[in-house]
């Protein structure tokens, strides 16, 4: 089991998706979704241009990593194929399938493009959880003992130590006020931030 943070520089609701009964990650991260593992936690902390900076967003503890054909095909997560029917179905993140050539194909109208194909299929994987919690505009402060856990740069930081972890994950689950969505998500989807979001950004690594 790891523990790995990163910052999270955009907060739609999309990377990750909160929505439901799951919360998932299948967008962005490339490395950390890669490499993850059944039991891990996943962790970000808003960035400096979201609402309350450092503050814990979410946390979620990895039940299941499926491919991206695996999630395209599950009828679990057929509503989070996008479509413009509601703002919440339009933050569908199960944007990536194949055609009848073995080529990635987007959805026409999700959050990410064409532009972010070898960003996003490099990490493989979709990464999903029933026990979570997101905060989003309602992030709350990480106690300065976890410090240590969490990233401060581009990249992300990952965790091996149990007992760190385990301590972390006790005391969420005291302080927050029940698991799932909590709050909603920090910014509003419009126009300018769809464009801002398109723009691919490296996924640098930082192990520990």
């Given at each position: 089991?790891?523990?790995?943070?990163?910052?999270?520089?955009?907060?739609?609701?999309?990377?990750?998706?909160?929505?439901?009964?799951?919360?998932?990650?299948?967008?962005?991260?490339?490395?950390?979704?890669?490499?993850?593992?059944?039991?891990?936690?996943?962790?970000?902390?808003?960035?400096?241009?979201?609402?309350?900076?450092?503050?814990?967003?979410?946390?979620?503890?990895?039940?299941?990593?499926?491919?991206?054909?695996?999630?395209?095909?599950?009828p679990r997560f057929a509503s989070r194929i996008p479509s413009l029917a509601t703002p919440v179905s339009r933050l569908g993140d199960n944007i990536w399938h194949c055609n009848a050539k073995g080529e990635w194909q987007v959805v026409p109208g999700a959050i990410h493009d064409e532009s972010s194909l070898e960003h996003d299929t490099s990490g493989e994987n979709a990464l999903v959880a029933t026990e979570f919690f997101y905060f989003g505009r309602e992030a709350i402060p990480v106690p300065r003992k976890f410090s240590q856990l969490l990233a401060s740069t581009q990249g992300h930081k990952n965790t091996h130590d149990t007992h760190?972890?385990?301590?972390?994950?006790?005391?969420?689950?005291?302080?927050?006020?029940?698991?799932?969505?909590?709050?909603?998500?920090?910014?509003v989807l419009d126009d300018e931030s769809l464009c801002r979001c398109r723009e691919i950004e490296g996924d640098d690594i930082l192990e520990t």
């Amino acid at each position: 089991m790891k523990l790995s943070a990163y910052i999270v520089k955009f907060d739609f609701g999309f990377a990750p998706n909160p929505y439901g009964h799951h919360c998932t990650l299948a967008c962005c991260k490339p490395t950390i979704r890669r490499n993850a593992e059944v039991g891990d936690i996943i962790v970000g902390i808003a960035a400096s241009r979201l609402e309350r900076p450092g503050h814990l967003i979410f946390a979620m503890r990895v039940k299941e990593v499926l491919s991206f054909k695996e999630y395209w095909a599950d009828p679990r997560f057929a509503s989070r194929i996008p479509s413009l029917a509601t703002p919440v179905s339009r933050l569908g993140d199960n944007i990536w399938h194949c055609n009848a050539k073995g080529e990635w194909q987007v959805v026409p109208g999700a959050i990410h493009d064409e532009s972010s194909l070898e960003h996003d299929t490099s990490g493989e994987n979709a990464l999903v959880a029933t026990e979570f919690f997101y905060f989003g505009r309602e992030a709350i402060p990480v106690p300065r003992k976890f410090s240590q856990l969490l990233a401060s740069t581009q990249g992300h930081k990952n965790t091996h130590d149990t007992h760190k972890i385990d301590a972390f994950w006790d005391w969420l689950s005291r302080t927050a006020s029940k698991g799932g969505r909590i709050g909603d998500p920090s910014e509003v989807l419009d126009d300018e931030s769809l464009c801002r979001c398109r723009e691919i950004e490296g996924d640098d690594i930082l192990e520990t």
